[in-house]
């Protein structure tokens, strides 16, 4: 019988860190979990060790000092202020993103040769699954290693919203039906195009205007959709007989793809004040 494999693909993000201490807590145990995949060149054990210490001296905080963030961003550079509202809302995680024993670091390019010659050994005379959360779209060769075993989680209902930022970016149109439509969480297959695999699960909030900022919407978002890939993974490890099929989505319903380098700081601030607007509309209307 093959041997089945799986594997959670991260970023090396304080995001991602509330996802790890997630699937450790649900599959540390389980024979076929073999590692955790960072994009990220191999850090110093110092760096590894300084962020381990870190989320066990601050887990549970919610409220850090300017000192401590000072810190905070030393380890994970670039935070944003979703990751600062997820932090407000839920404290700092309990795992570190490269804390956990099977750490393999893949390097900066998902897409590289040092990565693909890891898969294609990975994959001999073995059933690879692969979970993924990053930002890297991966070439056709991660699908046909795993035999198109690769998933993906999102931060928005599928297919009215794709790429990244989503969420942010349909607060700044200020159409409420829409917004309302695309709020929530969707786990699909991976395919070549972006975010337009096979939908296996998705789940709409019920009231997305109940939050203080869209950054905050967006931190309940992530920990929503980590639940909920958490449990599709169990599912499909889990079982021997059956793996989801997914439903194609509508073409005709497929929304815009939005893109990281067109998030600028002015769609930014356009984002965090049409969400408002529109939680305001909202509340007036009620």
């Not at 201490?21 to 300084?50: N, R």
Request: one cysteine or more; charged letters at 20%.
């Amino acid at each position: 019988m093959t041997q089945k494999k799986f594997y959670l693909l991260i970023d090396s993000s304080i995001i991602c860190s509330y996802l790890i201490s997630k699937w450790i807590e649900a599959f540390e145990k389980m024979p076929e979990f073999q590692g955790i995949l960072v994009k990220e060149e191999v850090p110093s054990s110092k760096v590894i060790t300084e962020r381990k210490n870190f989320h066990q001296q601050y887990f549970g905080q919610k409220h850090l000092t300017g000192e401590i963030y000072e810190l905070l961003t030393d380890l994970y550079p670039d935070i944003d202020r979703t990751e600062r509202a997820m932090i407000e809302r839920y404290g700092v995680s309990k795992h570190s993103t490269t804390e956990h024993y099977q750490t393999i670091f893949l390097g900066d390019n998902l897409n590289g040769k040092y990565a693909k010659n890891w898969l294609m050994e990975v994959a001999e005379n073995s059933s690879v699954f692969i979970f993924v959360c990053a930002t890297q779209i991966l070439k056709p060769w991660w699908l046909e290693i795993t035999k198109h075993q690769v998933f993906n989680s999102h931060t928005a209902v599928l297919p009215y919203a794709r790429g990244m930022y989503a969420i942010e970016n349909m607060a700044i149109n200020k159409n409420i039906n829409q917004f309302r439509q695309a709020v929530g969480v969707t786990i699909h297959y991976v395919d070549e195009g972006v975010d337009t695999g096979s939908i296996i699960r998705t789940e709409r909030i019920v009231d997305p205007f109940r939050f203080n900022s869209i950054w905050d919407l967006k931190g309940y978002l992530y920990i929503t959709e980590f639940e909920l890939y958490v449990k599709t993974a169990q599912d499909i490890i889990s079982n021997n007989e059956t793996i989801p099929a997914g439903v194609s989505p509508n073409p005709k319903l497929l929304g815009p793809n939005f893109r990281i380098k067109n998030f600028t700081p002015e769609k930014q601030k356009q984002a965090a004040d049409g969400y408002l607007w529109m939680k305001n509309s909202v509340s007036i209307q009620r």
